[in-house]
């Protein structure tokens, strides 16, 4: 069946860094590729997604490019803050029957 | 947008009790509304898939007569956990899939409620 993997985290980086969060998909079809964001103590967030092959999603300053040929939708972003400490989640959805499939998710630790 | 809220954010009950979470579409109809389970430090884990004015599909391993899914409009779903006992302490999460063209969201998106934190005593 599809499923999504994640690198594990935490993630530890300093302030400005540049971050990427990896993520790799198997897939039958061709499936829709989000990121979510949960913050401490908050509910997800839609990060940012792409619905085909070589979209670019991006939101505040975040991108993931959809990669069919390696299956990945890797989360980057140049400068990162403090306030992009969170959980960070990859999915997909194979649009057989509208659900998500999630990644582990993983846990972004920014210090000043 | 599209928000979706849930109530309570925060419960505390006894074991052998029952608790009714809400899951509301604030702002659209959604025909088709989710309900996860998130134990600490782990993904979400998908525990039913709930349609307005039909049965809801649960996953395989969640106990239905256990916890109770009624999606009696297109804004609401409720979770109902009953006679709960501590390994039901848990934060349960609901989402709701909009319409096509809603907020330039597609089909397969989902917009999360701010979770529930069920403490069973």
């Known amino acids: 069946g599809d499923s999504v993997t994640q690198m594990e985290g935490p993630v530890t980086l300093s302030e400005e860094a540049f971050l990427t969060i990896n993520c790799t998909y198997t897939?039958?079809?061709?499936?829709?590729l989000f990121w979510y964001v949960q913050y401490p103590g908050e509910g997800l967030q839609l990060l940012l997604k792409?619905?085909?092959a070589d979209d670019k999603g991006s939101n505040k300053g975040f991108e993931a490019t959809y990669r069919k040929e390696t299956t990945s939708f890797h989360l980057e972003k140049g400068s990162v803050q403090v306030s992009d400490s969170a959980v960070y989640f990859c999915?997909?959805?194979?649009?057989?029957?509208?659900?998500?499939?999630w990644g582990a998710g993983t846990k972004l630790i920014i210090k000043p | 947008g599209a928000v979706v809220s849930q109530h309570p954010s925060w419960v505390i009950c006894k074991s052998g009790t029952s608790v009714k979470i809400e899951c509301r579409s604030l702002?659209?109809?959604?025909?088709?509304m989710f309900w996860y389970r998130q134990f600490p430090k782990q993904s979400l884990m998908l525990m039913a898939t709930?349609?307005?004015?039909?049965?809801?599909?649960?996953e395989q391993g969640v106990e239905k007569d256990k916890f109770l899914i009624n999606h009696a409009s297109l804004t609401l779903s409720t979770l109902t956990v009953t006679s709960a006992h501590p390994e039901d302490s848990s934060f349960y999460i609901c989402?709701?899939?909009?319409?096509?063209?809603?907020?330039?969201?597609?089909?397969?998106?989902?917009?999360f409620g701010p979770g529930t934190r069920l403490t069973v005593t």
């Open positions: 999915a997909l959805s194979d649009g057989s029957n509208y659900q998500l499939i």
């Open positions: 989402s709701a899939r909009p319409p096509p063209g809603l907020a330039g969201g597609n089909i397969y998106e989902q917009y």
């Open positions: 897939a039958t079809g061709y499936p829709s």
């Open positions: 792409a619905t085909k």
């Open positions: 709930s349609n307005e004015g039909s049965k809801a599909t649960y």
């Open positions: 702002d659209f109809q959604a025909t088709t």
